[in-house]
Every structure is written in C-alpha cells, then in structure tokens.
C-alpha cells in the first residue's frame, strides 16, 4: 500500500491572550515544525481498532478491537502486537463489548468496555475484574494518574468519571460529548467534541483553560517535547498543538482512512494510528525541526 503523504501547516502565534490556535487558522510561522514519516503498516487484520496503547515495560502494542462487523456483544476483543507489527496474539482478551480507551497502572490494564471498566492481570493474560458503571451511555476513552487514580469519559453522558479504591464518582459532571484524555500531573487534558475544545483541567477544581479549537479530539499524547501535545481526530486528522500553534500533520479523510484513539511510544517517538473501520495499525516516526538548526 502506497504511504500517505502528511502535510505540514504551521499556526500563527496568537497576538491576544484570548485567542486560542484553531486547526482552522493557520499560517507559515511557527518555532518548531513536525511531520510525520510512516514506518509500518499491518494488513487489514484488526477487527474496527478503536485505540493503540503502547507498553513501555513489555515493549508490545495493546489494540482494543470493537469488532462492530459481528452482531451481538462478546464479541470485542484486545490484540497485542510487536513495536514492528507483528502480532503476537491476535485474540489476546476475548468475550468483551466493544473496548476503546485504554491505560495501564501497577500490571493492570484498565479498559473501558461500552457500559463497564475492565481490570486486566496484564502478566497472565485475563480479565481479573468487570466494573458495571450505573447509567453509562457511551463510555470512551481512558487515562490513569500517578495516584492510581481511573479517569474515563462518557461521551454521551456528557461527563468524565473517575474509579478509585472500588467506587465511581463524578469528576466533570457537564462537559460537552468528552472524548480523549492525558493524564498531566494535577490537571487532565479532555477533548471535549462538542465546542471542538481541547482543554487542561484543574483536578482539584474543574476550572480549565482552552488550549486549542476547531478539533474534536479522539485520542491525546504528550510528545515529549515541552508543551507539544499530538492529537488525533477519528474524521482521518491528526495535529500538533502547543506553544500557541495548531499544526496539521495528517489528513486521511477524502481516502475514508479513520485516525482514532493513538497510541505514543515517547522514548522513539513514534505514533501508533487505529485506522477503525480500515481495519489497520498504522506506525509513523514523528519527525522535528527547530527554527534555529535551519
């Protein structure tokens, strides 16, 4: 298959405090630009990948396979995969919903599964525990503090909930259809798709600042690279934002190629795309350049 090309805009720096980068408002000017160069590709294996974990303790691919080609639940499953693409159990969790977000917390990995949290033992390969969540409509994606602590959203509950020492409680009650999530010392990242906001939220009061617009948010990845965040949007889009800029790196949407909840390797920097009903993993190198080293 032929490699996709990216395209690289870079956004204006923001001359008032009270714009915000829009993936719609972009120029020629920017102190860093990305782009990203794709290294791997799986064939159409996957069964509607909604995300990609990476592990950086075991070094493998955690795919969360909704499987919405099969009728009926129990059909979803995980898949886990090498850093090359090489699958190494196709079926890895089987019996589920329909999985989407993912994280991973003292040799746990935590799902969220349609209407309930899963708790998996990652070393012995089963599901431990299955947390029903009351009134959930559509749970989503999923992110984990250092404490320990369970952050998942409901995007058609419009709120984010956290799971802590067996018990749910409302973390954001009213937020507009929330999306993805990165954990972030005492603030969470929350794409919220309904106004196309990415916000950094106060864990300890709610309060947000809008970090940029124009983007409905599927998954969220600090690059490692200060105050730069990647950001796909499951249209086939996928951005850098940070230090007042919005580039655009991605555009898969006129082929029909999805870009959903990415995964991030942060020590090699490469970006692992769930192309849903593509049915692939795709891997890209993110690639920099500083202004200065021209």
């Not at 995969?81 to 993912?102: A, F, Y």
Request: proline residues 4%.
């Amino acid at each position: 298959m032929k490699k996709l090309v990216p395209v690289i805009v870079i956004v204006v720096f923001l001359l008032s405090c009270q714009s915000r980068p829009s993936a719609n408002d972009q120029s020629d000017t920017g102190s860093i630009t990305f782009s990203l160069s794709e290294i791997w590709s799986t064939g159409p294996i996957m069964r509607t990948p909604e995300s990609v974990l990476y592990d950086p303790s075991r070094n493998v691919l955690y795919v969360a396979n909704m499987n919405r080609g099969e009728e009926g639940d129990d059909t979803g499953f995980i898949s886990k995969l090498s850093t090359n693409g090489k699958v190494l159990d196709l079926h890895w969790i089987t019996g589920l919903n329909e999985p989407r977000g993912m994280g991973l917390y003292d040799g746990f990995l935590f799902a969220t599964d349609m209407n309930r949290l899963l708790i998996i033992d990652v070393d012995k390969g089963e599901v431990k525990k299955m947390v029903p969540v009351e009134g959930a409509v559509f749970l989503n994606d999923l992110a984990i503090s250092e404490d320990g602590m369970v952050y998942f959203s409901d995007s058609r509950a419009n709120k984010v909930q956290i799971y802590h020492n067996d018990e749910i409680t409302d973390w954001l009650p009213a937020v507009e259809a929330p999306n993805g999530l990165y954990n972030e010392d005492d603030h969470m990242i929350v794409g919220a798709q309904g106004p196309g906001e990415i916000r950094r939220v106060s864990k300890e009061t709610g309060e947000y600042d809008v970090m940029a617009t124009g983007i409905r948010t599927d998954g969220i990845e600090y690059t490692g690279i200060d105050n730069y965040y990647i950001v796909s949007e499951w249209s086939g889009r996928i951005h850098i934002i940070g230090n007042d800029t919005v580039q655009s790196l991605l555009d898969t949407e006129k082929q029909k190629i999805n870009t959903a909840d990415l995964g991030y390797d942060i020590k090699n920097k490469v970006v692992y795309v769930p192309t849903f009903f593509d049915n692939r993993i795709v891997a890209y190198k993110l690639v920099w350049i500083a202004l200065h080293d021209r």
